[in-house]
């Protein structure tokens, strides 16, 4: 260098600079060309399930033992142990990313469980759970108990007395306390630390009584793969929450476990060196809300790390595995500081003495030959598919309905494309042919799959007319003015008829149609007795014969005698039929515009009245005719469908319903459903005789849609019919003897102004029923698990409907001590927390307290009030809480009186008031450390 000019020389100056990146994603990065290992593809938030299959892959006796699981007679789609052998082959053969689909899917999974991230230990538990039971009953029995499992021994044992419990226990992993300590091996000391148990903490130690005593654990042997969770994560009680530690902690490539096992026993083989060697880091960036993982793993256990990240691996250095995620501070200028929150989460150790064997080399003959045979057709059968999806631009799906389609329909036209009936669907083929096919081609593929004569069968094209309807026209397969079926769109849609020449017909052909002199009726008979129409097959004619003929034709399909009365009506569109009134006119003079696929309607001449339903009225109903949905608005899983008319009305459908229910249809109400959330919207109208269910429902007054309706409804305690003149109320009611507190719905009469007091005396109905006179309740307010006030019984109600997350009303009966208090007397607060006082939960009374008489009195009575027994009640402390500070009340200040100045405050409400806590642990369920969505992590199969 030179002084004068620094590092310039020449006018110039050399740099060398070293770049360090990580693996792309999203481009074309070959993994296997890179490191020899290629990724698992993530189908959402599944990287922690995916670090977690790679972590397994890679431990070769697990492996091996997966592959000879005994999977032939499995199912493909439920079966847990074959798609994993198929994600371990795939990942053992494959050049590109391997997808996880099926694994999931064999899991029982459903799409969203794939964008819910979940703990990786806990996967690890019950996939390992899951292989285990799997694998009983096999050769490969006791492969994962042989690989994971580890024993200690918990004991404690009293310094005083001769008595001492122990028993034996098993473990898969170890979950190491990391906060506060500065590496691995300070974590191993804490967990076989032993606790003093004394003072009010004292072991009950049978006939010896509360003894002074030692508890802990000791480790009596460590497995050959040792799988340790570093709890970073940590209930805090304050925020009511799990809390992610990104504190340093170190961890080590060799390790040596001697000193943390219990001493062997005289004439005990010796276990030989406790050493292991760091295979594999799982590990978390992100925070106690979610994030993502990824996994260095040690494939060979020689120091060569890989870093596997979804579907990117890259090779990594030591340094980048290890040192790298220990956590801690930012070691550069950037954040000076701030805290990594990308750190190790768990580590996955093999014991030197068996990591030839656990990581033995794994080839391809080491697959079962079925097993391989199995896995290599599917692949087969997957590319044959992804062939068929590449090429299905030039292939469409063609429908063909035959005669027997129709049977059983009940509706417009001759079936409804958005609902088959079962007959429909049964008689229903569909073809597969490419696009340019003609439809002369599509005949000749129909009499070979048919094995019908050519000459037997005719296409109809269904098409839509200009007034809605779908019915079959004519198909000209003349050569010259054929064309493809993607050019003449018939069957892009809708489907074929396909006519066939009955079998019992003496003919080799069809008989020619002209299609300027012949057209094609479809016929239906309408039996007014049962409500029902009856499908009488197709007729091709001359369009010249009279409407008498056709009344013949229907009268010997019928099986009616010649001189039967008949009415004709021709099927129009929806909604519309019309009746044929001059049976002498021919085809082409009585219809409209004579088109093939006309449908004609007949019946048995009847007066139509109470007792039958006419034609029209008929078809009518059928326009609409829908299924309606009817779910309890409390119980979702409670639900039924009944098939009813839009033009009924609301009694009629309520009396169906409470027909189903088995209550009175007055005291049932019902709600629409919201139109982009599957649950209950406002309420449906009472209305005795007025509009119908069209008008109540659809949101087209006059064009229903064909979606399917749904509505919610509730059983009432009062008639429908009252609800206008009442008001409804939800409040929780507080039963001191269960300490519980229960929602009560009810309805008061609405007046122009509802106190609180109106609220409570129909409440008191409601809840005691049976007495002659009315118990003196009151209403409190409820936060944070504290009572904050006592509301006036001359307040306005609207308030008592004010609720939040954490703010309430509840309504409880005042005892008879508490309703007259004299001036020495006061009320308190008895509120529940565990440690700091703020850590408030569960549910909070009050309680009358005089000031004079003893804590020991006052801890008797709240010890009754919560039915507590004397073993449990002994871990139980009772504090005196001023300002939001805790004085615990001792024992041996038991005696102490309460005085006035205990409970001083300088305000009159309950809020500001010193209480008296109840210090114990709080059992209720935490909430989820990423979201309360979160749900426990399965396998169904």
Same mark, same amino acid.
């Given at each position: 260098?030179?002084?004068?000019?620094?590092?310039?020389?020449?006018?110039?100056?050399?740099?060398?600079?070293?770049?360090?990146?990580?693996?792309?994603?999203?481009?074309?990065?070959?993994?296997?060309?890179?490191?020899?290992?290629?990724?698992?593809?993530?189908?959402?938030?599944?990287?922690?399930?995916?670090?977690?299959?790679?972590?397994?892959?890679?431990?070769?006796?697990?492996?091996?033992?997966?592959?000879?699981?005994?999977?032939?007679?499995?199912?493909?789609?439920?079966?847990?142990?074959?798609?994993?052998?198929?994600?371990?082959?795939?990942?053992?053969?494959?050049?590109?990313?391997?997808?996880?689909?099926?694994?999931?899917?064999?899991?029982?999974?459903?799409?969203?469980?794939?964008?819910?991230?979940?703990?990786?230990?806990?996967?690890?538990?019950?996939?390992?759970?899951?292989?285990?039971?799997?694998?009983?009953?096999?050769?490969?029995?006791?492969?994962?108990?042989?690989?994971?499992?580890?024993?200690?021994?918990?004991?404690?044992?009293?310094?005083?007395?001769?008595?001492?419990?122990?028993?034996?226990?098993?473990?898969?992993?170890?979950?190491?306390?990391?906060?506060?300590?500065?590496?691995?091996?300070?974590?191993?000391?804490?967990?076989?630390?032993?606790?003093?148990?004394?003072?009010?903490?004292?072991?009950?130690?049978?006939?010896?009584?509360?003894?002074?005593?030692?508890?802990?654990?000791?480790?009596?042997?460590?497995?050959?793969?040792?799988?340790?969770?570093?709890?970073?994560?940590?209930?805090?009680?304050?925020?009511?929450?799990?809390?992610?530690?990104?504190?340093?902690?170190?961890?080590?490539?060799?390790?040596?476990?001697?000193?943390?096992?219990?001493?062997?026993?005289?004439?005990?083989?010796?276990?030989?060196?406790?050493?292991?060697?760091?295979?594999?880091?799982?590990?978390?960036?992100?925070?106690?809300?979610?994030?993502?993982?990824?996994?260095?793993?040690?494939?060979?256990?020689?120091?060569?790390?890989?870093?596997?990240?979804?579907?990117?691996?890259?090779?990594?250095?030591?340094?980048?595995?290890?040192?790298?995620?220990?956590?801690?501070?930012?070691?550069?200028?950037?954040?000076?500081?701030?805290?990594?929150?990308?750190?190790?989460?768990?580590?996955?150790?093999?014991?030197?003495?068996?990591?030839?064997?656990?990581?033995?080399?794994?080839?391809?003959?080491?697959?079962?030959?079925?097993?391989?045979?199995?896995?290599?057709?599917?692949?087969?059968?997957?590319?044959?598919?992804?062939?068929?999806?590449? *090429?299905?631009?030039?292939?469409?799906?063609?429908?063909?309905?035959?005669?027997?389609?129709?049977?059983?329909?009940?509706?417009?036209?001759?079936?409804?494309?958005?609902?088959?009936?079962?007959?429909?669907?049964?008689?229903?083929?569909?073809?597969?042919?490419?696009?340019?096919?003609?439809?002369?081609?599509?005949?000749?593929?129909?009499?070979?799959?048919?094995?019908?004569?050519?000459?037997?069968?005719?296409?109809?094209?269904?098409?839509?007319?200009?007034?809605?309807?779908?019915?079959?026209?004519?198909?000209?397969?003349?050569?010259?003015?054929?064309?493809?079926?993607?050019?003449?769109?018939?069957?892009?849609?809708?489907?074929?008829?396909?006519?066939?020449?009955?079998?019992?017909?003496?003919?080799?052909?069809?008989?020619?149609?002209?299609?300027?002199?012949?057209?094609?009726?479809?016929?239906?008979?309408?039996?007014?007795?049962?409500?029902?129409?009856?499908?009488?097959?197709?007729?091709?004619?001359?369009?010249?014969?009279?409407?008498?003929?056709?009344?013949?034709?229907?009268?010997?399909?019928?099986?009616?005698?010649?001189?039967?009365?008949?009415?004709?009506?021709?099927?129009?569109?929806?909604?519309?039929?019309?009746?044929?009134?001059?049976?002498?006119?021919?085809?082409?003079?009585?219809?409209? *515009?004579?088109?093939?696929?006309?449908?004609?309607?007949?019946?048995?001449?009847?007066?139509?009245?109470?007792?039958?339903?006419?034609?029209?009225?008929?078809?009518?109903?059928?326009?609409?005719?829908?299924?309606?949905?009817?779910?309890?608005?409390?119980?979702?899983?409670?639900?039924?469908?009944?098939?009813?008319?839009?033009?009924?009305?609301?009694?009629?459908?309520?009396?169906?319903?409470?027909?189903?229910?088995?209550?009175?249809?007055?005291?049932?109400?019902?709600?629409?459903?919201?139109?982009?959330?599957?649950?209950?919207?406002?309420?449906?109208?009472?209305?005795?005789?007025?509009?119908?269910?069209?008008?109540?429902?659809?949101?087209?007054?006059?064009?229903?849609?064909?979606?399917?309706?749904?509505?919610?409804?509730?059983?009432?305690?009062?008639?429908?019919?009252?609800?206008?003149?009442?008001?409804?109320?939800?409040?929780?009611?507080?039963?001191?003897?269960?300490?519980?507190?229960?929602?009560?719905?009810?309805?008061?009469?609405?007046?122009?102004?509802?106190?609180?007091?109106?609220?409570?005396?129909?409440?008191?109905?409601?809840?005691?029923?049976?007495?002659?006179?009315?118990?003196?309740?009151?209403?409190?307010?409820?936060?944070?698990?504290?009572?904050?006030?006592?509301?006036?019984?001359?307040?306005?109600?609207?308030?008592?409907?004010?609720?939040?997350?954490?703010?309430?009303?509840?309504?409880?009966?005042?005892?008879?001590?508490?309703?007259?208090?004299?001036?020495?007397?006061?009320?308190?607060?008895?509120?529940?927390?565990?440690?700091?006082?703020?850590?408030?939960?569960?549910?909070?009374?009050?309680?009358?307290?005089?000031?004079?008489?003893?804590?020991?009195?006052?801890?008797?009575?709240?010890?009754?009030?919560?039915?507590?027994?004397?073993?449990?009640?002994?871990?139980?402390?009772?504090?005196?809480?001023?300002?939001?500070?805790?004085?615990?009340?001792?024992?041996?200040?038991?005696?102490?009186?309460?005085?006035?100045?205990?409970?001083?405050?300088?305000?009159?409400?309950?809020?500001?008031?010193?209480?008296?806590?109840?210090?114990?642990?709080?059992?209720?369920?935490?909430?989820?450390?990423?979201?309360?969505?979160?749900?426990?992590?399965?396998?169904?199969?």
């Amino acid at each position: 260098m030179d002084p004068a000019r620094g590092y310039i020389k020449n006018d110039s100056i050399m740099l060398e600079v070293e770049v360090k990146a990580d693996a792309p994603h999203g481009v074309a990065w070959d993994s296997k060309k890179h490191t020899g290992y290629v990724g698992l593809k993530n189908q959402g938030a599944t990287c922690y399930m995916n670090s977690l299959l790679q972590t397994m892959y890679f431990t070769n006796q697990l492996r091996k033992a997966v592959y000879k699981m005994p999977t032939e007679s499995d199912d493909s789609t439920k079966s847990v142990a074959l798609a994993l052998q198929r994600v371990f082959y795939e990942l053992q053969t494959s050049d590109k990313p391997v997808g996880t689909k099926k694994l999931t899917r064999s899991f029982g999974w459903e799409t969203l469980d794939s964008f819910m991230q979940h703990d990786v230990q806990e996967f690890l538990r019950v996939l390992l759970d899951k292989l285990e039971s799997k694998m009983k009953g096999t050769c490969v029995e006791g492969t994962v108990p042989n690989l994971f499992e580890g024993k200690m021994i918990s004991f404690i044992k009293c310094k005083h007395v001769q008595y001492e419990s122990s028993r034996s226990e098993t473990y898969y992993d170890i979950q190491l306390n990391i906060k506060g300590k500065r590496d691995i091996y300070e974590s191993f000391k804490d967990y076989v630390e032993t606790e003093v148990l004394d003072g009010e903490n004292k072991y009950d130690a049978g006939s010896h009584g509360l003894q002074e005593a030692e508890k802990g654990v000791l480790f009596t042997s460590f497995p050959p793969v040792l799988h340790l969770h570093l709890m970073r994560f940590q209930y805090d009680p304050v925020t009511d929450c799990s809390v992610k530690s990104n504190d340093r902690f170190e961890f080590y490539e060799k390790i040596d476990l001697g000193d943390f096992i219990r001493p062997k026993e005289p004439g005990a083989p010796d276990p030989g060196p406790i050493t292991y060697t760091l295979h594999a880091v799982l590990v978390h960036s992100g925070d106690n809300h979610g994030g993502h993982y990824v996994v260095f793993i040690n494939p060979r256990g020689d120091g060569k790390w890989c870093k596997f990240d979804d579907d990117v691996v890259s090779r990594c250095t030591k340094t980048e595995a290890i040192q790298h995620n220990f956590g801690g501070q930012e070691m550069d200028d950037v954040h000076p500081g701030v805290k990594q929150s990308t750190n190790a989460y768990m580590l996955v150790y093999i014991r030197d003495s068996a990591l030839s064997n656990v990581l033995q080399d794994v080839t391809e003959d080491d697959i079962p030959g079925e097993l391989l045979e199995r896995l290599k057709e599917e692949k087969t059968m997957e590319s044959l598919k992804r062939k068929e999806r590449s *090429e299905a631009h030039l292939y469409m799906q063609v429908m063909v309905m035959s005669e027997d389609s129709f049977m059983g329909y009940q509706g417009i036209d001759l079936y409804d494309p958005e609902k088959l009936t079962p007959a429909a669907v049964a008689n229903t083929k569909t073809f597969r042919v490419l696009k340019k096919t003609k439809p002369q081609q599509l005949l000749e593929l129909l009499a070979e799959s048919y094995g019908v004569d050519q000459r037997k069968l005719r296409l109809w094209p269904f098409t839509m007319r200009t007034n809605k309807s779908i019915r079959p026209a004519y198909l000209d397969l003349t050569p010259e003015i054929c064309k493809p079926l993607e050019e003449s769109q018939f069957g892009q849609q809708l489907p074929f008829f396909l006519e066939i020449l009955p079998p019992d017909e003496e003919r080799e052909a069809l008989p020619p149609f002209d299609k300027d002199s012949d057209v094609i009726l479809f016929l239906k008979m309408y039996d007014p007795v049962s409500e029902a129409l009856h499908y009488l097959g197709h007729w091709c004619v001359s369009i010249l014969i009279t409407f008498n003929d056709v009344a013949d034709e229907c009268r010997r399909r019928a099986h009616f005698s010649q001189d039967t009365p008949i009415s004709l009506y021709e099927e129009i569109n929806m909604g519309r039929v019309d009746k044929v009134v001059d049976l002498n006119v021919s085809l082409d003079q009585g219809l409209d *515009e004579v088109m093939d696929g006309d449908i004609i309607v007949f019946h048995r001449t009847f007066e139509p009245g109470r007792k039958y339903k006419s034609l029209l009225d008929f078809y009518i109903y059928i326009q609409y005719k829908y299924e309606i949905t009817f779910v309890d608005k409390g119980s979702s899983n409670e639900q039924f469908a009944l098939e009813m008319s839009l033009k009924s009305n609301y009694m009629e459908m309520a009396t169906r319903v409470g027909q189903r229910l088995g209550v009175d249809p007055l005291h049932i109400q019902f709600f629409k459903c919201q139109p982009y959330k599957d649950s209950p919207a406002y309420p449906v109208k009472f209305e005795q005789d007025g509009a119908d269910l069209l008008s109540l429902l659809s949101q087209l007054p006059h064009k229903p849609t064909r979606t399917p309706y749904k509505l919610f409804y509730q059983h009432l305690g009062i008639a429908v019919t009252e609800l206008e003149h009442k008001k409804q109320f939800k409040i929780l009611f507080y039963s001191p003897e269960e300490q519980t507190e229960r929602e009560v719905v009810f309805y008061v009469n609405r007046l122009p102004r509802i106190q609180v007091k109106d609220v409570l005396n129909e409440l008191n109905r409601v809840v005691f029923p049976e007495q002659d006179r009315l118990r003196t309740m009151r209403m409190v307010e409820v936060s944070s698990h504290k009572i904050c006030s006592i509301i006036e019984e001359d307040q306005n109600a609207d308030v008592v409907m004010q609720i939040s997350a954490t703010r309430y009303h509840r309504a409880e009966e005042v005892p008879q001590e508490e309703m007259n208090l004299n001036t020495d007397e006061i009320l308190v607060q008895v509120v529940h927390f565990y440690k700091e006082a703020r850590s408030t939960f569960g549910i909070p009374f009050l309680m009358k307290v005089r000031y004079g008489e003893s804590w020991a009195v006052v801890k008797q009575r709240i010890q009754q009030r919560l039915g507590i027994n004397e073993k449990d009640w002994s871990k139980i402390r009772v504090a005196l809480v001023q300002q939001g500070t805790a004085h615990f009340i001792e024992k041996d200040e038991e005696d102490i009186l309460l005085k006035q100045e205990n409970f001083a405050t300088y305000t009159n409400s309950l809020q500001g008031r010193p209480w008296i806590g109840v210090e114990h642990v709080n059992k209720a369920p935490k909430r989820s450390r990423y979201s309360t969505l979160e749900k426990a992590i399965k396998i169904y199969n």
